[in-house]
Nanobody, 118 residues
Framework: QVQLQESGPGLVKPSQTLSLTCTVS??????????WSWIRQPPGKGLEWMGV???????FYSPSLWSRTSISRDTSKNQFSLQLSSVTPEDTAVYYCARRRSSQEDYWGQGTQVTVSS
């Protein structure tokens, strides 16, 4: 059973960089045919897919966020990370990490609330 757990600060100041890490257990992030996603849900809104890092380390980002988003990984720790730069209060959301297979997320973390406020 694959399990994912998000971690990182719950409060970030405007203009700073939001950094989150997802720790994966029960499966390797380098296993072929899988990718690892970041998704967020602002209050009162739907899910927004942010980007993904594939098993080979290649990355793909949402066109609306690509200029501010970076996803990386640490294979020795079986973790992947999200960095979102120049945050504003509109980036306040619950952030989820998930496993992606065949263009669909099948395992999700529980989510972590991030608030952008001074």
């Amino acid at each position: 059973q694959v399990q994912l757990q998000e971690s990182g600060p719950g409060l970030v100041k405007p203009s700073q960089t939001l950094s989150l890490t997802c720790t994966v257990s029960g499966g390797s992030i380098t296993t072929s045919d899988y990718a690892w996603s970041w998704i967020r849900q602002p209050p009162g809104k739907g899910l927004e897919w942010m980007g993904v890092i594939a098993y080979d380390g290649s990355t793909f980002y949402s066109p609306s966020l690509w200029s501010r988003t970076s996803i990386s990984r640490d294979t020795s720790k079986n973790q992947f990370s999200l960095q979102l730069s120049s945050v504003t209060p509109e980036d306040t959301a619950v952030y989820y990490c998930a496993r992606r297979r065949s263009s669909q997320e099948d395992y999700w973390g529980q989510g972590t609330q991030v608030t952008v406020s001074s």
